[in-house]
């Protein structure tokens, strides 16, 4: 498979953000903005792949500014490295005041996401180069991201193995 520059999976998403996509606070619920995070993530997984893919991990999800009623939301995402099924996509998110026109950068997430086959199995994905500066430092920084989900993963793993489907009413002493 030949690898593929960065920017060839470059995705964009842009919203309006309406009074039914906010909380009390009259900001973007923070759910919202993560399922538009996963949703531009994988049409970047997608265009990279040209296969189906799914999300495996979403790392920490950093909410650095308010997104208000009214603003326009963001989305940039593009795959920053890859591995034999799995692909790491960044996004981040600006908010736009549409009367002002300030922009303000609100969140970062690091999305992993899986290529599958007509059977619903990890398939091979075409490595990825990068070619600007920043895709370069992301790209240099990925194989240590991909160690620590492969730890927190771990972790996980001893969690539900741990809490199982236990109920509260049922469960016995941990």
């Known amino acids: 498979m030949k690898s593929k520059p960065c920017s060839e999976s470059l995705s964009i998403k842009i919203s309006h953000v309406l ?57 940039e995402a593009f795959v920053t490295y890859t591995h034999k099924t799995s ?33 619903n199995k990890p398939t091979p994905v075409p490595g990825v180069y990068p070619e600007s500066e920043e895709e370069k430092w992301l790209h240099e920084g990925a194989a240590k991201r991909a160690e620590y989900r492969r730890l927190r993963r771990k972790d996980s793993k001893e969690v539900a193995e741990k809490f199982g489907t236990n109920l509260p009413w049922n469960r016995k002493k941990i």
């Open 19 to 75: 009074p039914s996509d906010t909380n009390t606070h009259g900001t973007l619920f923070g759910g919202k903005l993560m399922a538009y995070m996963d949703d531009v993530a994988a049409i970047s997984a997608l265009r990279h792949a040209r296969k189906p893919v799914v999300t495996a991990s979403t790392d920490s999800v950093d909410f650095l500014s308010p997104v208000r009623e009214g603003d326009a939301i963001c989305l």
């Open 87 to 119: 692909m790491e996509v960044f996004v981040k998110a600006i908010t736009e005041n549409l009367l002002t026109g300030d922009r303000e950068l609100c969140a970062t997430a690091f999305l992993t996401m899986v290529a599958i086959d007509e059977n």
